[in-house]
Protein backbone atom coordinates (compact mmCIF):
# COMPACT_ATOMS: atom_id res chain seq x y z
CA UNK A 1 0.00 0.00 0.00
CA UNK A 2 2.21 3.53 -0.98
CA UNK A 3 2.23 5.80 1.85
CA UNK A 4 0.73 9.00 2.45
CA UNK A 5 3.79 11.08 1.12
CA UNK A 6 4.64 8.60 -1.87
CA UNK A 7 2.94 11.45 -4.60
CA UNK A 8 5.44 14.14 -2.91
CA UNK A 9 8.47 15.50 -3.38
CA UNK A 10 11.48 13.65 -1.50
CA UNK A 11 13.77 16.41 -1.69
CA UNK A 12 13.75 20.39 -2.52
CA UNK A 13 16.52 19.20 -4.41
CA UNK A 14 14.38 16.86 -6.91
CA UNK A 15 12.24 20.33 -7.72
CA UNK A 16 15.18 22.68 -7.84
CA UNK A 17 18.13 22.60 -10.99
CA UNK A 18 21.59 23.94 -11.07
CA UNK A 19 20.75 26.00 -12.86
CA UNK A 20 17.76 27.91 -11.04
CA UNK A 21 19.35 30.90 -8.89
CA UNK A 22 19.75 30.64 -5.45
CA UNK A 23 17.18 33.34 -2.73
CA UNK A 24 20.65 35.30 -2.16
CA UNK A 25 21.47 35.23 -5.90
CA UNK A 26 17.94 36.41 -6.90
CA UNK A 27 18.43 39.23 -4.01
CA UNK A 28 21.53 40.38 -5.41
CA UNK A 29 20.16 40.78 -8.47
CA UNK A 30 17.45 42.59 -7.88
CA UNK A 31 19.65 45.44 -6.19
CA UNK A 32 21.24 45.88 -9.71
CA UNK A 33 18.01 46.92 -11.17
CA UNK A 34 17.08 50.12 -11.64
CA UNK A 35 13.54 50.84 -12.27
CA UNK A 36 12.04 52.90 -15.18
CA UNK A 37 8.88 54.48 -14.91
CA UNK A 38 6.83 54.57 -18.49
CA UNK A 39 3.81 56.61 -18.48
CA UNK A 40 0.20 55.25 -19.53
CA UNK A 41 0.14 56.86 -22.95
CA UNK A 42 3.39 55.39 -23.98
CA UNK A 43 1.76 51.94 -23.71
CA UNK A 44 1.43 50.21 -27.11
CA UNK A 45 -1.87 49.39 -28.49
CA UNK A 46 -1.60 45.83 -28.16
CA UNK A 47 0.33 45.41 -24.50
CA UNK A 48 -1.76 44.57 -21.49
CA UNK A 49 -0.31 44.61 -18.29
CA UNK A 50 0.15 40.85 -16.62
CA UNK A 51 1.43 39.69 -13.46
CA UNK A 52 2.51 36.25 -13.49
CA UNK A 53 1.48 35.45 -10.03
CA UNK A 54 3.50 32.36 -9.98
CA UNK A 55 6.52 33.86 -10.07
CA UNK A 56 8.80 33.14 -7.06
CA UNK A 57 9.36 36.19 -4.83
CA UNK A 58 6.51 38.41 -6.00
CA UNK A 59 4.17 37.23 -3.23
CA UNK A 60 2.49 38.47 -0.07
CA UNK A 61 3.40 36.19 2.71
CA UNK A 62 1.36 35.83 6.20
CA UNK A 63 2.72 34.25 9.26
CA UNK A 64 0.84 32.41 12.22
CA UNK A 65 2.99 31.51 15.37
CA UNK A 66 2.08 29.40 18.11
CA UNK A 67 4.04 28.45 21.23
CA UNK A 68 7.09 29.09 23.11
CA UNK A 69 9.75 32.18 22.77
CA UNK A 70 12.09 28.82 20.43
CA UNK A 71 9.49 28.87 18.32
CA UNK A 72 8.83 32.97 17.71
CA UNK A 73 12.73 32.75 17.00
CA UNK A 74 12.02 30.68 14.42
CA UNK A 75 9.49 32.60 13.21
CA UNK A 76 11.28 35.40 13.01
CA UNK A 77 14.29 33.73 11.47
CA UNK A 78 11.74 32.80 8.50
CA UNK A 79 10.23 36.11 8.10
CA UNK A 80 13.34 37.33 7.83
CA UNK A 81 14.53 35.11 4.95
CA UNK A 82 11.55 35.18 3.29
CA UNK A 83 11.40 39.56 2.89
CA UNK A 84 15.33 39.31 1.70
CA UNK A 85 14.47 37.34 -0.70
CA UNK A 86 11.54 39.40 -2.16
CA UNK A 87 8.19 38.29 -0.62
CA UNK A 88 6.52 41.08 1.09
CA UNK A 89 5.43 40.37 5.12
CA UNK A 90 1.76 41.08 5.43
CA UNK A 91 0.17 41.37 8.99
CA UNK A 92 -3.54 40.84 7.12
CA UNK A 93 -4.06 36.77 6.39
CA UNK A 94 -6.74 38.15 3.71
CA UNK A 95 -4.58 40.02 1.68
CA UNK A 96 -1.73 37.40 1.52
CA UNK A 97 -1.03 34.54 -1.32
CA UNK A 98 0.50 32.28 1.19
CA UNK A 99 0.01 31.66 4.60
CA UNK A 100 3.40 30.15 6.71
CA UNK A 101 1.60 28.33 9.75
CA UNK A 102 4.09 27.79 12.59
CA UNK A 103 2.72 25.05 14.77
CA UNK A 104 3.03 24.06 18.97
CA UNK A 105 2.50 20.52 20.00
CA UNK A 106 2.57 20.98 23.91
CA UNK A 107 -1.08 21.51 24.25
CA UNK A 108 -4.32 19.76 22.47
CA UNK A 109 -5.23 23.55 21.94
CA UNK A 110 -2.43 25.04 19.96
CA UNK A 111 -2.80 21.51 17.74
CA UNK A 112 -6.16 22.58 17.46
CA UNK A 113 -5.85 26.58 16.56
CA UNK A 114 -3.20 25.43 13.77
CA UNK A 115 -5.49 22.65 12.30
CA UNK A 116 -8.00 25.31 11.94
CA UNK A 117 -6.13 27.23 10.55
CA UNK A 118 -5.34 25.38 7.67
CA UNK A 119 -8.66 24.42 7.17
CA UNK A 120 -9.24 28.25 6.78
CA UNK A 121 -6.57 28.92 4.65
CA UNK A 122 -7.92 25.98 2.12
CA UNK A 123 -11.49 27.40 2.24
CA UNK A 124 -9.67 30.90 1.01
CA UNK A 125 -7.95 29.27 -1.40
CA UNK A 126 -4.27 30.40 0.09
CA UNK A 127 -1.28 27.98 -0.49
CA UNK A 128 -0.29 26.77 2.52
CA UNK A 129 3.40 26.25 4.18
CA UNK A 130 3.78 24.29 7.51
CA UNK A 131 6.39 24.82 10.14
CA UNK A 132 6.86 24.29 13.84
CA UNK A 133 6.43 21.23 15.79
CA UNK A 134 3.14 19.52 15.07
CA UNK A 135 4.67 18.49 11.28
CA UNK A 136 8.04 17.77 12.55
CA UNK A 137 7.04 15.24 15.24
CA UNK A 138 4.13 13.62 12.97
CA UNK A 139 4.36 14.69 9.00
CA UNK A 140 1.58 11.68 8.45
CA UNK A 141 -1.27 13.23 10.08
CA UNK A 142 -4.60 13.14 7.65
CA UNK A 143 -4.95 16.52 7.90
CA UNK A 144 -0.91 17.24 6.78
CA UNK A 145 -1.53 15.30 3.90
CA UNK A 146 -0.37 17.18 0.29
CA UNK A 147 1.44 19.96 1.95
CA UNK A 148 3.84 21.31 2.32
CA UNK A 149 6.47 21.26 5.29
CA UNK A 150 9.33 23.13 6.53
CA UNK A 151 11.25 21.21 9.90
CA UNK A 152 12.25 22.61 12.74
CA UNK A 153 16.31 22.55 11.70
CA UNK A 154 15.26 22.82 8.05
CA UNK A 155 14.11 26.99 9.01
CA UNK A 156 17.24 28.02 6.88
CA UNK A 157 15.42 26.83 3.27
CA UNK A 158 12.25 28.09 3.91
CA UNK A 159 12.58 30.50 1.03
CA UNK A 160 13.50 27.28 -1.23
CA UNK A 161 10.46 25.33 -0.19
CA UNK A 162 7.83 28.99 -0.06
CA UNK A 163 9.19 29.01 -3.77
CA UNK A 164 8.23 25.14 -4.73
CA UNK A 165 4.51 25.90 -2.96
CA UNK A 166 3.86 29.16 -4.47
CA UNK A 167 4.29 27.00 -8.19
CA UNK A 168 1.84 24.20 -6.23
CA UNK A 169 4.08 22.00 -6.00
CA UNK A 170 4.14 19.78 -2.43
CA UNK A 171 7.67 19.61 -0.73
CA UNK A 172 8.56 18.35 2.54
CA UNK A 173 12.06 18.76 4.50
CA UNK A 174 12.56 16.99 7.78
CA UNK A 175 16.04 16.03 8.39
CA UNK A 176 18.36 16.78 11.19
CA UNK A 177 21.25 19.34 10.84
CA UNK A 178 24.23 17.60 11.25
CA UNK A 179 27.92 18.76 11.05
CA UNK A 180 31.47 16.95 12.52
CA UNK A 181 29.30 13.60 13.05
CA UNK A 182 27.35 15.09 15.99
CA UNK A 183 23.82 16.45 15.27
CA UNK A 184 24.07 20.54 15.55
CA UNK A 185 21.90 23.01 17.46
CA UNK A 186 19.52 23.93 14.17
CA UNK A 187 19.75 26.76 11.81
CA UNK A 188 23.28 29.05 11.68
CA UNK A 189 22.35 32.03 13.78
CA UNK A 190 23.14 34.83 11.79
CA UNK A 191 20.50 34.37 9.20
CA UNK A 192 17.93 37.48 8.51
CA UNK A 193 15.49 37.98 10.90
CA UNK A 194 12.57 40.05 11.55
CA UNK A 195 11.50 41.24 15.00
CA UNK A 196 8.23 40.78 16.79
CA UNK A 197 9.85 43.26 18.72
CA UNK A 198 12.37 45.36 17.28
CA UNK A 199 14.13 46.25 21.07
CA UNK A 200 14.13 42.31 22.09
CA UNK A 201 16.41 39.47 20.13
CA UNK A 202 15.28 35.90 21.14
CA UNK A 203 17.88 33.26 20.58
CA UNK A 204 18.00 29.73 21.05
CA UNK A 205 21.22 28.56 22.87
CA UNK A 206 20.15 25.03 22.28
CA UNK A 207 17.53 22.33 20.94
CA UNK A 208 15.94 19.26 21.99
CA UNK A 209 16.62 18.22 25.81
CA UNK A 210 18.23 15.55 28.12
CA UNK A 211 14.67 14.21 29.88
CA UNK A 212 12.13 11.83 28.03
CA UNK A 213 9.65 13.17 29.77
CA UNK A 214 6.40 10.59 29.43
CA UNK A 215 3.57 13.56 28.89
CA UNK A 216 6.21 15.21 26.16
CA UNK A 217 5.19 15.61 22.25
CA UNK A 218 7.72 18.16 21.63
CA UNK A 219 10.63 15.41 22.56
CA UNK A 220 9.29 13.85 19.28
CA UNK A 221 10.14 17.29 17.29
CA UNK A 222 13.25 18.92 18.72
CA UNK A 223 14.72 15.40 19.36
CA UNK A 224 18.12 15.19 22.06
CA UNK A 225 20.22 17.80 22.79
CA UNK A 226 21.60 20.29 20.54
CA UNK A 227 24.08 23.15 21.75
CA UNK A 228 25.33 26.15 19.72
CA UNK A 229 28.79 26.88 19.88
CA UNK A 230 29.25 29.56 22.86
CA UNK A 231 31.15 32.21 19.88
CA UNK A 232 28.18 31.81 17.86
CA UNK A 233 26.02 32.72 20.59
CA UNK A 234 28.30 35.76 21.47
CA UNK A 235 28.03 36.81 17.82
CA UNK A 236 24.47 36.94 17.51
CA UNK A 237 24.51 38.74 20.82
CA UNK A 238 26.76 41.62 19.41
CA UNK A 239 24.70 41.57 16.40
CA UNK A 240 21.54 42.34 17.76
CA UNK A 241 23.07 44.92 20.07
CA UNK A 242 24.60 47.28 17.08
CA UNK A 243 20.74 46.77 15.95
CA UNK A 244 19.42 48.76 18.41
CA UNK A 245 18.57 46.14 20.45
CA UNK A 246 18.05 46.20 24.48
CA UNK A 247 16.75 43.30 25.74
CA UNK A 248 18.19 39.35 24.84
CA UNK A 249 16.37 36.71 25.84
CA UNK A 250 17.67 33.07 25.81
CA UNK A 251 15.32 30.16 25.20
CA UNK A 252 15.61 26.59 24.59
CA UNK A 253 13.47 23.32 25.81
CA UNK A 254 16.00 23.37 28.43
CA UNK A 255 18.37 26.01 29.25
CA UNK A 256 20.09 24.21 32.57
CA UNK A 257 21.30 21.72 30.06
CA UNK A 258 23.20 24.15 27.84
CA UNK A 259 26.84 22.50 26.65
CA UNK A 260 26.67 19.07 28.46
CA UNK A 261 26.86 17.75 24.65
CA UNK A 262 29.75 19.82 23.48
CA UNK A 263 31.67 20.46 26.80
CA UNK A 264 30.74 23.56 28.66
CA UNK A 265 28.26 24.48 30.85
CA UNK A 266 25.33 27.16 30.77
CA UNK A 267 27.16 29.86 33.40
CA UNK A 268 29.97 29.73 30.59
CA UNK A 269 27.93 30.69 28.58
CA UNK A 270 26.65 33.48 30.62
CA UNK A 271 29.22 34.71 31.68
CA UNK A 272 30.90 35.81 28.12
CA UNK A 273 27.49 36.87 27.39
CA UNK A 274 27.81 39.30 30.27
CA UNK A 275 30.78 40.80 29.11
CA UNK A 276 28.95 41.74 25.67
CA UNK A 277 25.98 43.88 27.34
CA UNK A 278 25.86 47.32 27.16
CA UNK A 279 24.96 49.46 30.30
CA UNK A 280 20.98 49.78 30.38
CA UNK A 281 20.25 46.82 28.37
CA UNK A 282 19.42 43.28 30.13
CA UNK A 283 19.15 39.77 29.59
CA UNK A 284 16.84 37.61 30.76
CA UNK A 285 16.99 33.49 30.94
CA UNK A 286 14.79 31.17 29.86
CA UNK A 287 13.08 28.14 31.40
CA UNK A 288 15.28 25.43 32.85
CA UNK A 289 14.28 21.84 34.48
CA UNK A 290 15.73 21.11 38.27
CA UNK A 291 18.22 18.78 37.80
CA UNK A 292 20.81 20.38 35.68
CA UNK A 293 20.18 23.82 37.43
CA UNK A 294 21.52 21.55 40.64
CA UNK A 295 25.27 21.68 40.28
CA UNK A 296 25.18 25.05 39.11
CA UNK A 297 23.39 27.36 42.05
CA UNK A 298 26.31 29.28 43.26
CA UNK A 299 27.69 30.31 39.92
CA UNK A 300 23.71 30.97 38.96
CA UNK A 301 23.06 32.86 41.94
CA UNK A 302 25.73 35.46 41.18
CA UNK A 303 24.96 35.84 37.39
CA UNK A 304 20.87 36.47 38.49
CA UNK A 305 22.74 39.27 41.35
CA UNK A 306 24.51 40.94 37.83
CA UNK A 307 23.01 44.70 37.23
CA UNK A 308 22.43 43.77 33.49
CA UNK A 309 20.56 39.76 34.17
CA UNK A 310 16.91 39.74 35.38
CA UNK A 311 16.90 37.78 38.89
CA UNK A 312 14.29 36.13 37.21
CA UNK A 313 14.36 32.22 36.52
CA UNK A 314 11.46 29.85 35.40
CA UNK A 315 11.99 26.51 36.77
CA UNK A 316 8.96 24.26 36.17
CA UNK A 317 7.66 21.84 38.93
CA UNK A 318 4.94 20.15 37.50
CA UNK A 319 3.89 18.52 40.62
CA UNK A 320 5.03 18.22 44.23
CA UNK A 321 4.22 14.55 44.64
CA UNK A 322 6.94 12.71 44.18
CA UNK A 323 5.21 9.50 42.77
CA UNK A 324 3.70 11.80 40.31
CA UNK A 325 7.25 13.52 39.25
CA UNK A 326 8.17 9.39 39.03
CA UNK A 327 5.76 8.56 36.42
CA UNK A 328 6.60 11.38 34.45
CA UNK A 329 9.90 10.97 34.29
CA UNK A 330 10.83 14.33 35.49
CA UNK A 331 14.35 13.30 36.86
CA UNK A 332 14.02 14.76 40.26
CA UNK A 333 12.11 15.03 43.49
CA UNK A 334 10.70 17.90 44.85
CA UNK A 335 13.06 18.63 47.55
CA UNK A 336 15.44 18.78 44.68
CA UNK A 337 12.83 21.75 43.38
CA UNK A 338 12.64 22.96 47.31
CA UNK A 339 16.44 23.28 47.31
CA UNK A 340 16.47 25.15 43.84
CA UNK A 341 14.13 27.63 45.39
CA UNK A 342 14.99 28.17 48.66
CA UNK A 343 18.93 28.80 47.55
CA UNK A 344 18.33 31.48 45.14
CA UNK A 345 15.54 32.97 46.78
CA UNK A 346 18.31 33.42 49.98
CA UNK A 347 21.26 34.29 47.88
CA UNK A 348 19.07 37.10 45.10
CA UNK A 349 16.99 38.88 46.87
CA UNK A 350 13.75 39.51 45.50
CA UNK A 351 13.97 36.65 42.11
CA UNK A 352 11.21 36.13 40.66
CA UNK A 353 10.76 32.29 40.40
CA UNK A 354 7.83 31.14 37.82
CA UNK A 355 7.21 27.27 37.46
CA UNK A 356 4.73 25.20 35.81
CA UNK A 357 2.17 22.83 37.24
CA UNK A 358 0.21 20.17 35.38
CA UNK A 359 -2.99 19.29 37.07
CA UNK A 360 -4.72 15.69 36.07
CA UNK A 361 -1.87 13.90 35.74
CA UNK A 362 -2.94 9.85 35.13
CA UNK A 363 -2.75 8.52 38.26
CA UNK A 364 -3.00 11.67 40.24
CA UNK A 365 -4.67 11.08 43.35
CA UNK A 366 -6.58 13.99 46.36
CA UNK A 367 -3.43 13.65 47.92
CA UNK A 368 -0.86 13.90 44.98
CA UNK A 369 -2.81 17.30 44.36
CA UNK A 370 -2.88 18.61 48.10
CA UNK A 371 0.68 18.11 48.06
CA UNK A 372 0.91 20.27 44.89
CA UNK A 373 -1.25 22.88 46.50
CA UNK A 374 0.47 23.09 49.57
CA UNK A 375 3.76 23.87 47.17
CA UNK A 376 2.31 27.02 45.70
CA UNK A 377 0.72 28.24 49.03
CA UNK A 378 4.32 27.72 50.85
CA UNK A 379 6.43 29.51 48.03
CA UNK A 380 2.90 32.04 46.39
CA UNK A 381 4.58 32.00 43.67
CA UNK A 382 4.47 35.45 41.62
CA UNK A 383 4.15 33.86 38.06
CA UNK A 384 2.46 30.46 37.71
CA UNK A 385 1.27 28.71 35.22
CA UNK A 386 -1.56 25.91 35.93
CA UNK A 387 -2.72 23.27 32.66
CA UNK A 388 -4.62 20.55 32.82
CA UNK A 389 -3.04 17.38 31.20
CA UNK A 390 -3.36 16.95 27.87
CA UNK A 391 -2.81 13.07 26.11
CA UNK A 392 -0.62 13.99 23.40
CA UNK A 393 -0.98 11.30 20.84
CA UNK A 394 2.59 8.64 20.90
CA UNK A 395 3.47 9.99 24.41
CA UNK A 396 4.08 7.09 27.14
CA UNK A 397 1.31 9.46 29.47
CA UNK A 398 -1.42 8.67 26.58
CA UNK A 399 -1.80 5.16 27.19
CA UNK A 400 -2.03 6.00 30.85
CA UNK A 401 -5.41 5.21 32.68
CA UNK A 402 -6.87 8.96 32.68
CA UNK A 403 -8.00 11.16 35.27
CA UNK A 404 -11.65 11.68 35.07
CA UNK A 405 -12.32 15.12 33.53
CA UNK A 406 -14.64 16.02 36.27
CA UNK A 407 -12.48 15.73 39.38
CA UNK A 408 -10.11 18.51 37.33
CA UNK A 409 -13.12 21.01 36.75
CA UNK A 410 -16.61 21.70 36.96
CA UNK A 411 -19.43 19.45 35.05
CA UNK A 412 -21.93 22.53 33.18
CA UNK A 413 -24.56 23.17 31.39
CA UNK A 414 -23.82 26.19 28.63
CA UNK A 415 -25.82 27.96 26.12
CA UNK A 416 -23.90 28.52 23.11
CA UNK A 417 -24.85 31.69 21.26
CA UNK A 418 -22.07 33.58 19.80
CA UNK A 419 -18.36 33.00 17.82
CA UNK A 420 -15.04 34.12 19.51
CA UNK A 421 -13.20 37.27 18.26
CA UNK A 422 -10.83 34.78 16.79
CA UNK A 423 -12.80 32.18 14.76
CA UNK A 424 -11.40 29.26 16.99
CA UNK A 425 -14.14 28.64 19.02
CA UNK A 426 -17.85 29.03 19.91
CA UNK A 427 -18.99 31.27 23.36
CA UNK A 428 -21.56 30.06 25.34
CA UNK A 429 -22.43 30.98 29.21
CA UNK A 430 -23.41 29.26 32.33
CA UNK A 431 -25.92 29.83 34.78
CA UNK A 432 -23.52 32.60 35.68
CA UNK A 433 -23.25 34.45 32.90
CA UNK A 434 -18.99 33.13 33.04
CA UNK A 435 -18.07 33.36 29.34
CA UNK A 436 -17.19 29.66 28.49
CA UNK A 437 -15.28 28.56 24.93
CA UNK A 438 -16.76 25.26 23.45
CA UNK A 439 -15.07 23.57 20.16
CA UNK A 440 -16.48 25.03 17.03
CA UNK A 441 -18.73 22.61 16.18
CA UNK A 442 -21.81 23.27 13.75
CA UNK A 443 -24.43 21.74 15.85
CA UNK A 444 -23.59 23.43 19.15
CA UNK A 445 -24.87 26.83 17.75
CA UNK A 446 -27.90 27.86 19.71
CA UNK A 447 -28.54 24.87 21.74
CA UNK A 448 -27.74 24.02 25.48
CA UNK A 449 -24.92 21.47 26.24
CA UNK A 450 -23.06 20.34 28.77
CA UNK A 451 -19.49 20.40 28.92
CA UNK A 452 -16.50 19.80 31.22
CA UNK A 453 -14.90 22.75 32.56
CA UNK A 454 -11.20 21.97 31.96
CA UNK A 455 -9.18 25.14 31.77
CA UNK A 456 -9.12 28.77 33.24
CA UNK A 457 -8.40 31.81 31.68
CA UNK A 458 -8.43 35.24 32.53
CA UNK A 459 -11.78 36.13 31.46
CA UNK A 460 -13.05 32.82 30.20
CA UNK A 461 -13.81 29.32 30.57
CA UNK A 462 -13.22 26.65 28.43
CA UNK A 463 -15.52 23.45 28.42
CA UNK A 464 -14.97 20.12 26.95
CA UNK A 465 -18.77 18.83 25.53
CA UNK A 466 -19.26 15.72 28.04
CA UNK A 467 -19.36 12.49 25.06
CA UNK A 468 -22.53 10.90 26.02
CA UNK A 469 -24.90 13.94 26.22
CA UNK A 470 -26.89 15.57 23.75
CA UNK A 471 -27.53 18.73 22.36
CA UNK A 472 -30.62 20.72 23.59
CA UNK A 473 -32.59 22.91 21.46
CA UNK A 474 -33.35 25.73 23.66
CA UNK A 475 -36.40 27.60 20.71
CA UNK A 476 -39.49 26.28 19.74
CA UNK A 477 -38.70 27.96 16.36
CA UNK A 478 -35.75 27.80 13.84
CA UNK A 479 -34.22 30.85 14.35
CA UNK A 480 -33.70 33.67 11.32
CA UNK A 481 -31.10 33.77 9.41
CA UNK A 482 -28.48 36.28 10.13
CA UNK A 483 -29.14 39.46 8.01
CA UNK A 484 -32.79 38.58 7.83
CA UNK A 485 -35.57 41.01 9.48
CA UNK A 486 -37.48 40.49 12.11
CA UNK A 487 -41.32 41.56 12.91
CA UNK A 488 -42.40 41.07 9.21
CA UNK A 489 -45.85 40.24 8.14
CA UNK A 490 -46.09 36.75 7.21
CA UNK A 491 -49.15 33.64 6.63
CA UNK A 492 -49.07 30.63 8.77
CA UNK A 493 -47.67 28.07 7.06
CA UNK A 494 -47.86 23.91 7.08
CA UNK A 495 -44.94 22.06 5.72
CA UNK A 496 -43.64 25.77 4.39
CA UNK A 497 -46.81 26.53 2.15
CA UNK A 498 -49.49 28.79 3.46
CA UNK A 499 -51.95 27.03 5.05
CA UNK A 500 -55.75 28.41 3.65
CA UNK A 501 -57.50 27.21 6.33
CA UNK A 502 -56.40 29.16 9.17
CA UNK A 503 -57.11 32.85 9.64
CA UNK A 504 -54.77 34.27 11.96
CA UNK A 505 -53.20 37.17 10.64
CA UNK A 506 -49.53 38.08 12.47
CA UNK A 507 -48.24 41.30 12.78
CA UNK A 508 -45.26 41.81 14.71
CA UNK A 509 -45.40 39.95 18.17
CA UNK A 510 -49.31 39.90 18.02
CA UNK A 511 -52.34 38.02 16.33
CA UNK A 512 -55.73 38.96 14.97
CA UNK A 513 -58.37 37.27 13.36
CA UNK A 514 -59.57 38.66 9.95
CA UNK A 515 -63.04 39.70 11.39
CA UNK A 516 -61.49 41.74 14.33
CA UNK A 517 -58.98 43.64 12.51
CA UNK A 518 -62.00 44.68 9.68
CA UNK A 519 -63.58 46.38 13.33
CA UNK A 520 -60.51 47.87 14.05
CA UNK A 521 -59.68 49.06 10.70
CA UNK A 522 -63.61 50.71 10.59
CA UNK A 523 -63.21 51.70 14.19
CA UNK A 524 -59.96 53.21 13.80
CA UNK A 525 -61.50 55.51 10.28
CA UNK A 526 -64.31 56.90 12.16
CA UNK A 527 -62.00 58.10 15.12
CA UNK A 528 -59.89 59.88 12.55
CA UNK A 529 -63.26 61.28 10.93
CA UNK A 530 -64.24 62.57 14.36
CA UNK A 531 -60.68 64.00 15.13
CA UNK A 532 -60.77 66.15 11.98
CA UNK A 533 -64.09 67.56 12.35
CA UNK A 534 -63.27 68.71 16.18
CA UNK A 535 -60.01 70.28 14.67
CA UNK A 536 -62.22 72.25 12.23
CA UNK A 537 -64.40 73.68 14.46
CA UNK A 538 -61.60 74.37 16.70
CA UNK A 539 -59.67 76.37 14.22
Known amino acids: MPSACDSLIDDIEDMVSSSDPTPLERQSARKNIIPRSRKKNELLSHEELQADSLIPGTQKIWMKTWGCSHNNSDGEYMAGQLAASGYMMTD????????????????????????????KAQDQQKKVVLAGCVPQAQPRMDYLKGLS??????????????????KGHSVRLLGQKKGGGRRLGGARLDLPKIRKNPLIEIISINTGCLNACTYC???????????????????????????????????????????????????????????????????????TNPPYILEHLEEMAKILNHPRVYAFLHVPVQSASDSVLMDMKREYCI??????????????????????????????????????????????????????????????AARMEQVAAHVVGERQHVLVTEESFDAQYYVSHNKFYEQVLVPKRAEF?????????????????????????????????????????????????VNGIQDPASSLLLIGSYSLDREALKKLVIALTLAAAILAFVIEKLY
Open 92 to 119: DPSDADLWVLNSCTVKNPAEDHFRNSIK
Open 335 to 396: DDFKKVVDFLKERVPGVTIATDLICGFPGETEKDFQETVDLVTLYRFPSLFINQFYPRPGTP
Open 217 to 287: KTKHARGDLASYPIEELVERASQSFREGVCEIWLTSEDTGAYGRDIGTDLPTLLWRLVEEIPEGAMLRLGM
Open 149 to 166: IIGVQQIDRVVEVVDEAV
Open 445 to 493: KGKMIEVDIYEAGKHFLKGRPVEDSKPFTASIAKPLQKGEVSGLMQEPT
